[in-house]
């Protein structure tokens, strides 16, 4: 079983959609969860993160957390241009001395079309 | 903004040959990282180093890798001999210690092309 699992894409959504990108993960013992965007080329640019069951709202972007499903998810409100990206779920495992480890998944790949 | 600097940002090399990759974490940043990603693939973790040894490698990480921060600056990744499935980019990061829900900073990554 991957650690963690999204749909490669590409998800093509019209500007002013509502864009929605999913994840599952495997490690019970993820702490917390990083959604990164990536552009072609580039690095991996943190977005937001959650820890806690629920939503987490930050702008238009709305991140959601079920842990006792292994979930998460990225909606993306009023989408741009710029926004098409690929979207890289990250989950975070550690210990209690502080050791902290990011472990990527495939990325979904967001095509906003003008 | 404090940002993780990579050094070079394209190498071109030969297979069999030696190279060095380096990064200049954040100044006070603790953990340190090297993750890779092959064209098309995803983002994969190599290795994290803290308080001047490995905290963990990933099974890419074999003997022809090593890392070490010399300097208490840079943060280097070696790779001694090549071989053409290297060919990827290669991106460090660093993060503070503390608790909560510490955030990756990620370097622009060094491009490395092994013919």
């Known amino acids: 079983q991957k650690e963690v699992e999204q749909n490669s894409g590409p998800l093509s959504v019209p500007e002013g959609a509502i864009a929605s990108l999913n994840c599952t993960y495997s490690?019970?013992?993820?702490?917390?969860f990083f959604w990164y965007r990536q552009y072609s080329g580039k690095s991996p640019e943190l977005i937001m993160f959650?820890?806690?069951?629920g939503d987490k709202e930050d702008g238009r972007f709305t991140a959601q957390l079920n842990k006792a499903s292994q979930y998460v998810s990225l909606l993306i409100r009023d989408s741009q241009p710029s926004d098409s990206a690929t979207y890289l779920c990250?989950?975070?495992?550690?210990?209690?001395?502080?050791?902290?480890?990011?472990?990527f998944g495939i990325g979904t790949k967001l095509q906003v079309i003008p | 903004e404090p940002e993780v600097t990579q050094t070079p940002s394209h190498q071109v090399t030969q297979m069999g040959q030696e190279v060095i990759l380096r990064c200049v974490p954040i100044?006070?940043?603790?953990?340190f990282y090297w993750y890779r990603q092959i064209l098309g693939q995803k983002v994969e973790f190599l290795v994290s180093?803290?308080?001047?040894?490995?905290?963990?490698k990933s099974e890419i990480f074999d003997d022809q890798f090593s890392v070490e921060r010399p300097d208490g600056s840079n943060f280097t990744l070696k790779i001694r001999s090549t071989k053409l499935e290297d060919s990827a980019m290669y991106f460090c990061?660093?993060?503070?210690?503390?608790?909560?829900?510490?955030?990756?900073?990620f370097g622009a990554g060094s491009r490395l092309t092994v013919l």
């Open positions: 990061a660093s993060r503070s210690q503390g608790s909560g829900a510490n955030v990756l900073t």
């Open positions: 990250a989950p975070r495992t550690g210990n209690s001395g502080g050791y902290q480890k990011v472990t």
């Open positions: 100044s006070n940043h603790l953990y």
């Open positions: 180093f803290y308080n001047n040894e490995i905290s963990e």
């Open positions: 959650i820890y806690s069951n």
């Open positions: 490690d019970r013992g993820s702490q917390s």
